[in-house]
């Protein structure tokens, strides 16, 4: 939870737009792809070195430039250098504890978002920073780690010639990615949203002190969740409305239908959140009836046999003189008090309506 | 509760503005109704395939036509084409899981909202999208299955040549539509409102555990309404304020009625929200109630009897040696002491108003 | 609560203007009074039939025409008709279920407001729906049940020409009509703070379970009030802030005044809601603080005899061999032995402030 | 509380703009002081009539009445005609229940706060209304009580000629005025402040069930200042950014401190409910700790004696034939068997950590 | 918590824009250090008083004159004096309790921030005001005890000819002092996020009362960490869009930087409030599941042992006839009786799933 503030905390004391990378060091060598497109042709190199993919930005195609591997800040740097990129950008993509943004620049657009990628195996969600500069015809993507989200509209661009995605510029391109981003977020929500399933029949059925915590726990990922998503609403509004002419009214079209997605997000995770309180609630209601059902068992096994004690012990105290100790049915007759007693009580209780 | 997300989930991945239906499949044949009508004339017919009803638009009508089943893409894509749409809003039309909304495309007003509908069976409401697509002189209206609800206004349009609704355009239709959906979503309260009350008044006369389960599956129907209905509040204003001339300022009016429809529901719908958190405080004080009454006549019966025992079970010991047991007057004295004893505690647990 | 939401599901499927009285049905005739007024001259005609007492409307005066008795829909159309009226204002005059509004017709300015009154009887308050029709120089007032309330008005419009009520055109005894509603509010929210208050002193000095439940129904009645109390800010601030100029700039200075009386009330409103949940803690914590008082009562009588009974139970054996059993001193010291077992207790007690 | 709802609900049915004072009566003849003031000239009169004290306004000089005593609703009326206020400002002037606010009139402001004076004896305190009438070289102010808050500003304007206060007009001595209220709020919060800390400081070491009735007390009175403090940001803000030219751009910059030390006390104001709100849960889970003590020590005793007085009342039986009641060791024996009882719970409690 | 309302309280009464420190009074000498750097020459001199290093502002140069030590109020008006300050502008460096907020005077603009400092010792961080006075080519800061924090900048300026911060004007190390101030909130935030991790831990393994006491001290520190952080979002915004041409273009893109980490600074505030409140639950419900094992130890030993004590004590009773007392088998009967009793009490518990 608190790790990105530590990661934070850690730059503090050095100048605003330095190159600093915030995330764990990662031990693999950055991996760099670009792809070069326009409606007939089509691209694509990989390396672990730029000048070996890129040299120049044709004028006639799209260049997408994908970074893979933000720990090597040399190579960000240089990238920068290249497409003139303000310090603070090379800031921001470093520094992978930014909130979801739209930032204008001169010359180019600079757009964080988060990517959420679902993790069965803990059954918990990661969060990895997605920079994207968009510029005239070129876009720049920046990530640390290799994911196979993008492979699809990879894919297409390859296999599509003359279709929307290739004859459109890097904005529409642009959309896509973003649109992919918002779209995996759907499949976090949709985990988080078994698991709170999963809880909510165990709390009816059989609550046990387990559902706290998991309830707690549910909380905490919901609340990560928020603060990526909800500051996605201002980002791509931001998009929607830029006066910058780089995204084409064609595609703000697209970028209205990203914000109805995020929008649908942040519904479902609201709701989410509301649920998890009405849970607890019924948790908590559930507690208190057992215990009210414990305490009833407790309170109606002794008021019945105290008194039968009591009496009891009476008639075993040893006074020489004690009246009907010695009388044939003194012992029926203490007996009958005792049954008189019970079906008293007994009385008592149904009346109550508590047996 | 998250089945929607689920189907959203699923999605995740696919180009945007595929056809992609994300309902559940439904074995029937789709059902197309097309109506042309003006002032004078009025013409219906209904088929399983387009052809058979449409071939053109007049231009000295208006037309309307009503596609029942989603399911069948190839359908909707076809009037698509046909009516020139964008990708995206057949995309939108194929995804039950919009949020309500208007939104301008050239040509054209999209319009998306949920039709609710009370069954009373299962005492619960179901959810269905409908979208309208409203152009100079047609409109389109998608749902996936068969209601009643627009008989009425069908049999109007049919019965009554010369009246408001035969004489102005296609948005006073559509409003007739949306105003319809929208008086719909007061039965669904209605029907909310009195199992409301139901459990308000076991909750008063005698709570059980199992309203708090009422309670939370209402407050879950509740959170399904909201996210239903809320968002129709800013369609509403939008299609007021709407700087299309597709909507006249004739319609306009009757929009704002809409518009206020709308803020009854939403305001029905607090009201019942606040009404299930102050009926579960009033539970749970009830329930704490229950257990001091409870814990009160064990405390009571456990003062009175266990010092009896005690001071009995004290002259049962077996000492040889012991004062007072073959007094002639010894049991007389003791049994007083406890008689005193009790007297005691009658009087400190009736000055502390516990009986 | 729900009834209001009841009679407007009724309506669901009617077609909008549909003149539909959507109360209870009264068994009273409707009352018309018609006042024609001018700085010097006063006139006031009563009658069941609106041909009795009003023909054509003059020029040279202010014309208010009040209307009592709304279940009779033949009426209000009649006078819907001889002043123009727009046929979504007859159907909000006859559905009493209207949010207060304020709409802008050509011609007249449509106001609706809610009118409380408390009953004393029944320590509650009943809800009528209050409908003007502002025009040039008239004014249509429709409700369901005569009230005294106007009468104050009645009187001094009657009684002092040229006072500003009579020199002043309809927007100002429309102001009148609203400002004598708004000050109505305050009676209403006076009875209730009295409750309010008396629950208070209940809970502080003798708590009962009863107190739950007088809280639940004040913070219905304070839903039901806010409900109607929350719009009137809206509506005259529209009225405030109209661009029609049916509203003079003498009066508004005036609407002001109402809209400040409306934020007292909305005010006194929220304080009582948040004073009935700081009650309601109190409460809770005052049944906490019982319980455990109760429970301190047994843990103390327990702890003191338990281990009393515990030890002479000892002695009770029938054990042909036991230490002591024939000892001189054996009851004396096990008795000193009980003794201290009684001190050490209290001390623990008391060491723990128990006692 | 709600003795102020009381009041204004009196005055229900008067016309609006009759002068009617709301407060209590107060036996007190008025007070009226008369200052006359330039940067060279100072002149104060005080008496009991304005016809004493006040002839005509000087046009070289600022003139200001402080009028003490509202309930002499002919004096204010008096005063209303010379300077010929609106009817709606005498009616808020005499009227002392109206929320902070600031409105234009021809020719005046008119201005309403609330002074809150800490009265030290009773630990709470009290509200009254100051209304300040601003005109172009004239200001009017009015109250009830006689209060020393305003002393120092009038010492001020008479020993210091040629000083800010005196060479500025009329809206600089108003800003002096209303500066004066805020920082009074300071002493209230301060005095309230330490309340809070003492109630803290209690319920971390010892709480009491009076605590909840002080916390309770206390979020009353916050409420009442919140109700007093709230509305000045937007009168002052009002003040600020007023179109009107009675106050000078130089006086503005005056204006926005006092809009600062605004927002201080609200902040304050929030921090201190807040804090509040955490020392009930503070309290609550103190009780619900300490009943967990309480019946942990019940427990404990309980389990430890009653078996051993279960087993020892076995052998207390009667029978003849009983197993090893003649068995020399017997004695020893069971007295073991109640020890390992004892030592196998104690072992228990211990591994629960309960002991 | 309430210190600074109790300052603030004193400074009541006195006149606006009177120099008094409302901090407590330091011992130490203040300390002066003026700056004065271009692009290529800097120059820095340090003096207990004003003269000795500052006579006369360079037009070719920035100056930065520090003052740490605002005790010395005759210092801090000998500064105003100089540079023209308005009167509140100096109130307000001496009036320490200022919330964060930029204002705009003639000349220049004045910036007040909260520094926060961790103190480890303590735990807890230390709040100081940091007055900034931007002009043309001159800035001077305002606090009261020396930090380190700036040390960083100084050594920057010294060294770094031709540099950013050396070539941009006075704006842009305006810029560098606020964010370095809000780069050290991150400091604070993790050591605060590091206790709030311990004490989830400690609640989730092993729950003890003194948490509550732990979060309530936290919930106090965020309150005022709080009220330090929140108003440096508007204030931030506030120096982005001041039309003042005092920032420029190129330190306005830095600006929004300061405003992206304040907003991460409130996020990451608000989830740990957040996330306090959902420890606070779960602790509650832990105390409530321990009191339930409690309690239901407490009813099953009771249960069992309280019907064999009973049915033992009747056969303890002395009555001459007694049925089956002398019976061979009655001993054995009665032990086996009790032994059902106990395995029809285990049955119950274990259907109920207590056991």
Redo the contacts between chains.
């Keep these: ?2 790790s ?3 990661k ?2 850690k ?3 050095h ?3 330095s190159a600093l990378y915030t995330g764990e060091p990662v031990n693999t060598t950055p991996q760099i792809t670009v792809v070069t497109y326009n409606a007939k042709d089509y691209q694509q190199t990989s390396s672990t070195r730029l000048e070996d993919c890129f040299t120049e930005q044709k004028q006639d195609a799209i260049t997408w430039i994908s970074i893979e591997g933000l720990h090597d800040t040399a190579l960000v740097k240089q990238v920068g250098k290249l497409f003139n990129l ?1 310090p ?1 950008t090379i ?2 993509i470093l520094n992978i ?3 979801p ?1 739209v ?1 204008e ?1 001169t010359g180019y657009l600079f757009i964080t978002v988060k990517v959420l990628l679902w993790q069965q195996a803990t059954t918990t969600f990661g969060v990895q920073q997605l920079s994207l500069v968009l510029g005239k015809n070129f876009i720049l993507s920046f990530q640390e780690l290799d994911t196979t989200l993008f492979d ?1 509209i990879c894919e ?1 661009l390859k296999s599509s010639p003359n279709q ?2 290739r004859k459109q510029g890097a904005d529409y391109l642009a ?2 990615l973003i ?2 981003v918002v ?2 977020y ?2 976090v ?2 985990a988080l ?2 698991t ?2 999963q809880v909510e029949k165990q709390i ?1 059925t ?1 609550p046990t ?1 387990h559902n ?2 998991t309830i ?1 726990r549910l ?2 990922q919901l ?2 969740l928020r ?1 990526s998503i909800w500051p996605m609403r201002e980002a791509v509004n931001h998009l929607m409305h830029t006066e910058d002419n780089l995204i084409t009214k064609f595609t703000r ?2 970028m ?2 990203v914000y ?1 997605h995020t ?2 997000a942040i ?2 995770l609201e ?1 989410s959140r ?2 998890l309180s ?22 109606i ?3 019945i ?6 009496i ?15 009388w ?1 049915y ?2 029926a007759f ?2 009958s008090m ?1 049954g008189l007693v019970v079906i008293a009580m007994m009385l008592y209780f149904w009346k ?3 047996v």
Excluded: C
């Design positions: 939870m608190f990105e503030i530590r934070r905390a730059k503090a004391g100048a605003p737009g303000h603070l800031e921001d504890d930014q909130r943004k930032e620049f699809a297409r929307r995605l959309y896509r649109d992919t779209d995996a759907f499949v929500l949709e949203g078994e709170i399933e009816i059989a002190p706290t915590r707690y909380k905490q609340l990560l603060k079209v697209y209205r239908d109805d929008m649908q519904d479902a709701i509301d649920m009405s849970m607890l609630d019924m948790y908590l209601s559930s507690l208190t009836n057992r215990m009210n059902e414990i305490i009833k068992t407790l309170t096994i002794s008021t046999f105290i008194p039968i004690t009591s009891a012990s009476i008639y075993g105290m040893n006074f020489t003189y004690m009246p009907g100790l010695h044939p003194g012992f203490i007996m005792m109550r309506k508590w």
